[in-house]
């Protein structure tokens, strides 16, 4: 992976990229000033080649200016928009893939470079990212940034939260991106084990088949029946010391869905494999709060199952009792992920007792209908844990949409043989799940979050630090919020 170094001067100059902004519709943008100027020569040329660069200063933009026989020997005009963070990590995706064929560049940062560098790098480290059975573009060939700063030890840290934040995003992309061959259950919880491995601060455990009888947790063991691999809950904890708020994350870890018995047709079963990125993104965040030793405690449960077609399938029809005893009907084998939720929530709620409940979840088509292709749907009863996660969310470069949690289809889960109908098939498809997981929550109902996460959890093209399949979408939100709570 790229490797970002910050340095004061450069020690090498090879092909060196200046920033520019826009300055209005009818000017031609400007360099930004930065902390460690070239030298006046050099600085002079970028501005003169501005007015016919066709450049506007936008997030993104790039031209590369060659000088035969100069140092430097290229000089690369890179758009940053406005200058925020959301502009430069546009700008570091950008130029990722500008320049494929550099195997090393160095970049100028503003003075005040804090905020720059925490996109540039995110950007960087986003969009060359490649899954490896699908780098059929090739693997970018740039490996080194020297990113020029005034002040490269004070910046130390905020490139290595840069740098977690990017790594555990990329995680969560590989794990999602992996074909569903590999991807069963246990290699879900394996893949956790081994990156866990090295750090006893972190406490694994991974409950099998007959644990998960043994306690009760229906909705796992119904879903996981029809296949060949059998479930898991994965449960990691983060337990620093100085922890004053303990979150729980839970995660929808379906390795692959199929439907079940209601099985899906062919369209919309070809990409279910990325039907466990809620669990990816909820186990890479929790690594990345303890990387960054983040001062709050999390405890992540990613409740993994396949969704087969097989004898041992559960049916339409079926009553399953819940972990904690509630019951539920399920006339559509396809409605599987709220019922593997419905358990993890019922056991966060009885047995980890936290003071905040998050869940992430591909859970329906109709987020998707609803809110595009990029925003995920968030529900909440608390009005402000609502607009502090929308606001990590957002700040972190992802976004995601408030929804009702209305109430007015709650006699949708009504059901005459259970406690509850898990899979009412009368529209609202993505609230009425919402209002189905919220029954788990007990005592935590109005300090929980559900975020319905199945359209922005993949990206059909390259888009600022989105590159094509997984986009490893909710890692950067949660590590965001999760630093405010300490
Ligand atoms: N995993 C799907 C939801 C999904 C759809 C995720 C498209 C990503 C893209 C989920 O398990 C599902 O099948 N939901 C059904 C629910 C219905 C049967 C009540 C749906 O949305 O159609
Ligand atoms: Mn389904
Ligand atoms: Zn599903």
Known sequence: MLAI??????????????????????????????????????????????????????????????????????????????????????????????????????????????????????????????????????????????????????????????????????????????????????????????????????????????????????????????????????ELDWRPADARTHVVLVGKGITFDAGGISIKPVPAMKLMRKDMAGAAAVVAATLGAAALRLPVRVTTLAPLAENMVSGSAFRPGDVIRHYGGVTSESTNSDAEGRLVLADAMAYAERELRPDLLVDLATLTGANAVALGKRHGALYSENDGLAADLLAAIEAAGERAWRMPLATDYLDYLGSDVADLHSSPDRGAGSIVAALFLREFTGDLRDRWVHVDMSAPSWSEDEQAELTRGATGWGVRGLLRWLATLG
């Open 5 to 234: 170094r910050l340095v004061r001067e450069p020690e090498r100059l090879d092909t060196l990229v200046l920033p520019v902004r826009p300055e209005g519709p009818d000017s031609p943008p400007a360099l930004v000033p930065t902390a460690s100027p070239p030298a006046d020569d050099v600085r002079a040329e970028a501005a003169s080649l501005l007015p016919a660069a066709r450049l506007t200063g936008a997030a993104g933009e790039v031209r590369e200016h060659l000088r035969p026989g100069g140092t430097p020997a290229r000089l690369v005009l890179l758009g940053v928009g406005d200058g925020d963070e959301h502009g430069w990590r546009g700008a570091g995706a950008a130029l990722a893939r500008a320049a494929k064929n550099e195997t090393y560049v160095t970049v100028a940062l503003p003075a005040d470079a804090a905020v720059a560098l925490r996109g540039l790098v995110e950007g960087l480290l986003l969009g060359s990212y490649r899954f490896r059975l699908t780098e059929a573009g090739g693997t970018p060939a740039l490996a080194e940034v020297d990113v020029v700063v005034s002040d490269p030890d004070g910046l130390a840290p905020t490139l290595a939260t840069a740098r977690t934040t990017a790594e555990m995003t990329r995680l969560a992309r590989d794990l999602t991106n992996t074909p569903s061959s590999t991807k069963n259950p246990g290699w879900f919880a394996a893949q956790v084990a081994e990156a866990a491995a090295d750090r006893p601060d972190l406490h694994l455990r991974v409950r099998g088949p007959e644990e998960l009888a043994a306690e009760g947790f229906g909705g796992i063991l119904a879903v996981g029946g029809g296949s060949a691999s059998g479930p898991r809950l994965v």
